[in-house]
């Protein structure tokens, strides 16, 4: 066998780098399941911004914010799901929902749910998407009038670009 020469050995590694590269964008869509036990994609929520708020029944301040989410949740034009930090099986969400008045759609990530962001070490805190998907902004602690105002105004302000 003749010795590869370290310009083949450098193309050898961009290929595979390519390679790699492309199986993790062609990875599927990460997958929920909501409060009903209904298997939902993260792609059922493209097209608009995404709130997605992770919170606790444990966590005071997370359960004051979710009228306000539950309001911009309403509004339609910025999408808002929460996650339960802890693990939890629908009929303990819907159970949750009830107990606490909670009305934004409650989801469980799949275990081999690929995220775009990184589950929290602080509650709560929300993970702003964009339309595709794509994290674009981490809010770590309580959401309020105020906050909800500034965010909306950056995320739904009308482009500039030409």
């Not at 390519?18 to 869509?29: D, E, F, G, K, N």
């Not at 996650?83 to 989801?107: C, F, K, N, Q, T």
């Not at 990184?118 to 805190?125: I, Q, S, V």
Request: proline share 10%.
């Amino acid at each position: 066998m003749g010795r590869v020469s370290g310009k083949a050995m450098e193309m050898k590694r961009i290929c595979w780098l390519i390679v790699a590269t492309l199986l993790t964008a062609c990875s599927p869509a990460p997958h929920f399941t909501d409060s009903a036990g209904q298997r939902v994609s993260l792609t059922a929520f493209e097209g608009k911004p995404l709130l997605v708020n992770y919170f606790a029944p444990w966590c005071a301040p997370c359960l004051r914010e979710m009228p306000l989410l539950a309001a911009l949740h309403r509004e339609g034009r910025i999408g808002v799901i929460a996650i339960h930090y802890d693990p939890a099986s629908p009929a303990e969400l819907a159970e949750l929902a009830r107990r606490h008045g909670i009305a934004v759609p409650l989801m469980i990530p799949e275990e081999s749910a690929r995220l775009p962001f990184p589950k929290p070490g602080a509650l709560p805190t929300s993970y702003l998407l964009d339309r595709e998907g794509r994290l674009q902004e981490t809010l770590v602690g309580e959401l309020d009038d105020a906050k909800l105002a500034a965010l909306k105004a950056r995320v739904l302000a009308p482009s500039t670009a030409p």
